[in-house]
């Protein structure tokens, strides 16, 4: 039996709350969820079930019916959990917000979705909302998590903890309100509705199923050795794909253990205290740990940096041997033994990653020189590539079969292919229903083949292995008529641990610039090194030395790239791009229309 017939066989009867219900029977005492920081807010997978019911039951009395849509605009917190579950078990698609949406979106995301239920995490998330809740029609009710300072003077209100008292009650005199309901669902029924996070247009509405969702958790189970009931960390919003599978889906059909992190700079903390089995980080988040651990190793004694240069020179050598797939000497593999014992894992432990069998990267691209520095300290992170339509991962590497630089192989019973124009088409089991249509209805989004058209752009190899050259509508064709795949340029200039982000610049141009912003950390730490005064961001980025760093990291680029790709100019923005100015999405992605118009004097100034 191949690998996706074995995921097919797995999923053919499953749901979340048969798995739910299956993990509350079998490891009704093994924890479930834990907020980081707050070890008696645990519960187990036997206290999880019976809270859920309780919500269910509840959100059932507020009208809350099967094919509803119910928003969660809220933090990673339990509760995040429990009402969506909760949702799920009615048959009702919950559909999370990021935090960051302006009240203008979150407006489109109940009109579009129609949604009768929002669940509101406080008076803040509220007063996002308040401007429009006398415009959607379609909500019944409004279930705020936290009432503190909270008027409850609009009938639609009410608070969670009412919701959930009045649900237990009836859960306690009628068990079966809340078991009969979810047994009628089937693995094609929506389990999820999520956003994507539109860096042009407005965001659409992808329909996953519980299919498409467990399928992802089973194919994972079966490419990855990890432990039964493994601690892992949910730091991510549950608006993200990698975050809904990795946070709810997997850990349900593992009787997994979550750490919730409420605040995703707290991340690395997060690890330290957990020291999960696997960990999934956005490439900024590997790139902010290379960053520290580059400081690191730069301030210390000659000795300390020429052992770790050494071991870390002998992990690189394994680590080329096994992308080969070839052996590793016993001799040469009972030396790295050694030295990582006494060299390395003490450098991993720093991160809280001692501990890790895998770790991914995913969401955007990673610069390959941050994967050799990290395989380099013992760290082995594989990219993966997928979309919130494919549920997530789309293609892998994994420890058995992998290569640097590329995005993998095709995951479990997907399959993929390449268009005339190297757009990536891919097919298969974790392909969404489709996209939510103003009416309710779900469009599907492949041809009549079933493939669809990610509208990435990439080259297959000899092997199978796929490597994302750019998206297809962000390719820069400059005024001579060269196709400039910009994510290239910005990989390598993120490079250099100063600069945070760059925007490369060209489409219909006579040449390509750059717009850089600073890292944030970095860059006030490398200003004190040299004696700088980092407390005006604006007077570092003008700073002599500073713009003489970047020249620095932008020549270094320009020496791997074509000279049609080459950067002629850059400016050093006066502060940084983040979600909340606008700037990137919450998923750490470039908006490059909204960058384009900020800062369009500056680009303009740029061709003087």
């Not at 078990?89 to 995301?109: E, R, W």
């Not at 599907?444 to 083949?449: Q, R, S």
């Not at 390598?492 to 600073?518: E, K, W």
Request: charged share 20%.
């Amino acid at each position: 039996m191949s690998l996706a017939d074995e995921c097919a066989a797995a999923t053919a009867e499953l749901t979340i709350p048969r798995l739910l219900s299956s993990n509350a029977r079998e490891f009704p005492d093994h924890p479930a969820l834990t907020m980081l920081g707050d070890d008696s807010s645990t519960l187990t997978w036997g206290d999880l079930r019976r809270r859920v019911a309780a919500v269910s039951l509840g959100l059932a009395d507020l009208g809350l019916r099967s094919g509803d849509r119910m928003l969660i605009s809220a933090s990673s917190r339990i509760e995040h959990w429990l009402v969506d579950l909760a949702a799920v078990h009615l048959g009702a698609v919950p559909c999370s917000a990021y935090a960051t949406l302006s009240t203008p979106q979150l407006h489109y995301l109940a009109e579009h979705s129609k949604a009768t239920v929002l669940v509101v995490e406080n008076a803040e998330q509220l007063g996002r909302w308040s401007p429009v809740l006398g415009e959607l029609p379609d909500v019944r009710a409004i279930v705020l998590i936290d009432a503190t300072g909270v008027a409850l003077d609009d009938a639609r209100l009410t608070d969670l903890a009412t919701v959930e008292a009045a649900g237990a009650d009836r859960f306690a005199h009628d068990p079966s309100a809340f078991e009969e309901p979810w047994q009628h669902l089937t693995p094609d029924h929506p389990v999820t509705l999520l956003y994507t996070s539109g860096t042009t247009g407005d965001p659409k509405g992808v329909v996953l199923s519980h299919r498409n969702v467990l399928h992802q958790a089973v194919a994972l189970e079966l490419l990855l050795e990890t432990p039964a009931h493994a601690p892992t960390v949910a730091y991510l919003p549950l608006a993200h794909i990698a975050e809904r599978v990795l946070g709810i889906y997997i850990p349900v059909y593992r009787a997994g253990h979550v750490h919730i992190v409420s605040d995703t700079a707290q991340a690395v903390a997060a690890l330290l205290a957990v020291r999960p089995a696997t960990f999934f980080g956005v490439p900024r988040v590997w790139e902010k740990m290379v960053a520290a651990l580059q400081a690191f190793l730069g301030a210390a004694e000659p000795a300390v940096r020429d052992a770790v240069a050494g071991a870390s020179a002998l992990a690189l050598e394994c680590y080329r041997l096994r992308e080969a797939g070839q052996p590793i000497p016993a001799e040469t593999a009972a030396q790295l033994a050694s030295m990582d014992a006494m060299i390395l894992k003490p450098i991993r432990a720093k991160l809280g990653l001692d501990n890790v069998t895998y770790a991914g990267s995913g969401a955007a691209p990673i610069p390959v020189d941050v994967l050799t520095f990290l395989a380099g300290i013992g760290v082995d992170v594989f990219e993966v590539w997928g979309m919130t339509e494919t549920t997530g991962t789309a293609t892998i590497n994994t420890p058995d079969r992998f290569k640097l630089g590329t995005v993998g192989v095709p995951n479990v019973g997907m399959e993929l292919t390449l268009a005339d124009d190297g757009e990536i088409l891919v097919r298969g089991p974790l392909i969404c229903q489709g996209y939510l249509q103003p009416d309710g209805a779900v469009a599907p989004i492949t041809d009549p083949d079933g493939w669809l058209a990610t509208g990435d752009i990439g080259t297959l190899d000899e092997d199978g292995f796929l490597t994302i050259t750019d998206r297809k509508k962000e390719l820069l064709i400059t005024a001579s008529g060269k196709n400039v795949a910009p994510a290239q340029i910005e990989n390598l200039l993120r490079t250099h641990p100063l600069i945070g982000y760059a925007v490369a610049v060209g489409d219909r141009r006579p040449y390509v610039t750059a717009l850089v912003s600073l890292d944030e950390e970095a860059a006030p730490a490398w200003a004190a090194a040299h004696g700088i005064d980092a407390s005006d961001p604006k007077s570092l980025a003008e700073h002599p030395a500073v713009l003489a760093e970047v020249q620095a990291a932008v020549d270094a680029a320009n020496e791997r790239l074509a000279r049609p790709e080459q950067v002629k100019k850059f400016q050093v923005l006066p502060a940084a791009l983040s979600p909340e100015s606008g700037e990137l999405t919450p998923t750490l992605k470039l908006k490059r229309r909204t960058i384009s118009d900020r800062y369009a004097d500056a680009i303009e100034d740029l061709y003087r």
